[in-house]
């Protein structure tokens, strides 16, 4: 009777696995095939297009700002992914590592701030960007995914710093290692797992954004790929479908590379940085 049981639970354990991949999977199907399908129209009568056709990839490159979007996106989540991650690291081993005057205060505040989404802040931010003269630069969106991008990912780099034994750091110090050295030297190489989920974490974030983009950027040059897609298909009276569709496809190349090339020590960081808060 149990081993009926378990097999039952097994059984159904799958089934629910298989239905989430499928709903997962279909509408990215949908968007790869429709990018490829003649025609400007997502409609199609069956799944598969009758004919396969590249022309709106060439079309992409050829009547659109396309690359210089491209361009754009991946300069600002490359610096943001960059001064975000360096940020988290300080933040992270600080709270983790050191008893200071305000610490559960500042980890209760970021806990608070995580319950609410960070287009709440839109106006307070549009304002703040607006009395720095930051408005319309890839500066201002850096700044901004830099900063909350610790806000989002305090709790599981710190689990991780939590969870490498504090022997290590004594060690150092009594051979004279400087606060500094340890945490570049010693921290930072155990850190890999983790390091490499928060990048991709935030990368991923600003790669796709489109709320914030479209708030601070103003002119078509300084636009993003989700702004310049979502101003493309608008301005064409929302009939170029399917160009949408292959702008997408390209969209997700970059961030679906990253995470196939660093899937083990992204798993790796989720499940370390969770163990421990």
Request: glycine fraction near 6%; charge should be positive; charged fraction near 15%.
């Amino acid at each position: 009777m149990n081993g009926s049981n378990a097999r039952l639970k097994l059984s159904l354990s799958y089934a629910i696995l298989i239905i989430l991949t499928i709903v997962s999977l279909y509408p990215a199907l949908w968007i790869v095939l429709s990018s490829l399908k003649e025609g400007n129209s997502l409609y199609s009568e069956t799944l598969f297009p009758r004919q396969f056709t590249l022309d709106h990839y060439r079309e992409l490159f050829r009547a659109t700002k396309y690359p210089l979007w491209f361009m754009n996106t991946l300069k600002i989540a490359t610096l943001s992914t960059v001064l975000g991650t360096f940020l988290l690291l300080l933040t992270s081993y600080a709270v983790s590592r050191f008893r200071f005057a305000g610490r559960r205060f500042s980890l209760n505040t970021l806990l608070v701030l995580q319950m609410f989404p960070g287009f709440m802040a839109m106006i307070a931010v549009y304002v703040v960007l607006n009395t720095m003269g930051l408005l319309n630069s890839h500066l201002a969106l850096v700044l901004v995914y830099s900063s909350g991008a610790i806000v989002t990912n305090v709790f599981v780099a710190k689990g991780f710093f939590d969870t490498i034994p504090s022997g290590l750091e004594e060690a150092a110090r009594i051979d004279g290692a400087s606060h500094l050295t340890v945490f570049f030297r010693i921290m930072i190489p155990l850190a890999k797992p983790m390091l490499t989920y928060a990048s991709l974490m935030i990368f991923n974030g600003c790669f796709v954004d489109f709320i914030f983009a479209d708030l601070v950027l103003r002119s078509e040059d300084q636009r993003t790929l989700a702004v310049g897609l979502y101003k493309m298909v608008n301005q064409r009276n929302s009939t170029e479908f399917t160009l949408f569709a292959s702008g997408a496809v390209l969209v997700a190349l970059p961030v679906m590379t990253l995470f196939l090339v660093l899937q083990r020590n992204l798993v790796d960081g989720l499940t370390a940085g969770a163990s421990k808060g």
